[in-house]
């Protein structure tokens, strides 16, 4: 941070020579699921908030949510003003074991207070920014993989989680320090030989993971046992299947390895094949408009109903069978329906049932991917 000083009527700047002077304001991006979870939550969608361009209140509230164990609860907007009796609350909640990767969480912050340190030369926000890679480092499974919600073990909190870019946003966060990345030059030493150590471990388990079909390497699943590696049910309404949105997201990450090795290409390619042909014809999803209805985590004004359309571009289902590779949907009440007006409007309005996701890595993109790794 800038400090004006004024000494003997001269104006002096003294600036940290840690910090870097930027005009635009470090992104918040990386928060978006987590604050929509909580706007949607509550229901509010104006409240105060700190400054885009005000680094220290939001990295200050990063410090005042961030736990004892390095990590950070989920569904919070990090810009919101808080009250000085939430302050206190925060506080007291510091040794609290409700750390989370779900809904990109930790990784986001890391890379805020990171930028906040760059920035300002503020030692509290490089301190806490270890304590996240930390974080990260102690809960990664012996396997390579990192669990839903660390350090929780019940149900699906202690599943390998590619869901919500639990895996890749991690991986990527670490190849960015193990490739030296400027913003996180303090992350040295000992802790970077870790971070180097974890990132190797992990992309091992990514290839690991990719499920076989009839001798054919597909997509992933969105969680899997930690034991046997087998794909595992996540919410009551995530039955255990291949999951095209979160296979995009490993397809993403792999595609970004500036080298990437046989194994890794072999990977991908895979994935891309497997993607075109799931893909599905002749109909779109529209939304609507009905009567607003509350409910627990959401508010919908609309319902999504499926249109026959032949000259619709193609869709995905989210979810598809290990068996048979057919699309399917499924209630809260774990029922597993093929047709999206049997699931309830709860899930069909709280849920993304179909996407167009793989469209990110397919066409003009696969293209130049074959290109640059072409043998």
């Known amino acids: 941070m800038s400090h004006l000083r004024s000494f003997f009527s001269v104006c002096i700047v003294v600036i940290s020579p840690l910090a870097i002077s930027d005009d635009a304001p470090i992104s918040l991006e990386g928060f978006a699921d987590g604050v ?104 990664q499974y012996g396997n390579g993989g990192w669990p839903h919600t660390p350090p929780r073990k019940d149900s699906y909190y202690g599943y390998i989680t590619i869901a919500d870019d639990v895996m890749t946003g991690v991986l990527r966060l670490l190849r960015d320090i193990s490739e030296g990345q400027a913003r996180y030059q303090f992350i040295e030493g000992p802790q970077r030989e870790q971070v180097q150590t974890a990132l190797q471990r992990g992309d091992a388990l990514l290839l690991q993971l990719q499920y076989r079909y009839q001798g054919r390497l597909t997509g992933w699943a969105g969680q899997y046992d930690p034991v046997t590696l087998s794909p595992a049910q996540g919410r009551s309404f995530e039955l255990v299947g291949l999951v095209t949105q979160e296979s995009v997201t490993v397809v993403e990450y792999l595609m970004e390895i500036e080298k990437p090795s046989p194994e890794q290409v072999d990977a991908v390619n895979a994935a891309l094949a497997w993607l075109n042909d799931i893909a599905l014809e002749g109909f779109r999803v529209d939304e609507i408009k009905i009567e607003a209805v509350r409910y627990d985590y959401h508010s919908a004004d ?70 640059r790794t072409a043998q």
Request: aromatic letters at 14%.
């Open 302 to 371: 609309y319902d999504r109903v499926v249109v026959e359309d032949a000259s619709a571009p193609r869709i995905w289902a989210r979810f598809y069978d290990l068996d048979t590779m057919k699309p399917f949907m499924a209630n809260r009440d774990g029922t597993k329906v093929e047709q999206l007006d049997q699931v309830h409007h709860e899930r069909r309005t709280g849920y993304a049932w179909y996407g167009y996701w793989p469209e990110q890595v397919l066409g003009e993109r696969a293209q130049l991917w074959k290109t």
């Open 36 to 139: 929509r979870h909580w706007q949607r939550l509550h229901d509010r969608f104006d409240y105060p908030r700190c400054k885009d361009s005000d680094t220290n209140c939001i990295a200050d509230n990063l410090l005042r949510y961030q736990r004892a164990s390095g990590g950070w609860p989920k569904n919070f907007d990090p810009s919101r003003l808080l009250s000085e009796e939430e302050k206190a609350t925060l506080a007291a909640q510091r040794y609290d074991r409700d750390t989370t990767l779900d809904n990109r969480n930790v990784y986001t912050q890391i890379t805020y207070l990171a930028e906040s340190f760059q920035r300002t030369g503020d030692t509290r926000y490089r301190d806490a920014a270890r304590k996240g890679v930390d974080y990260i480092l102690n809960t």
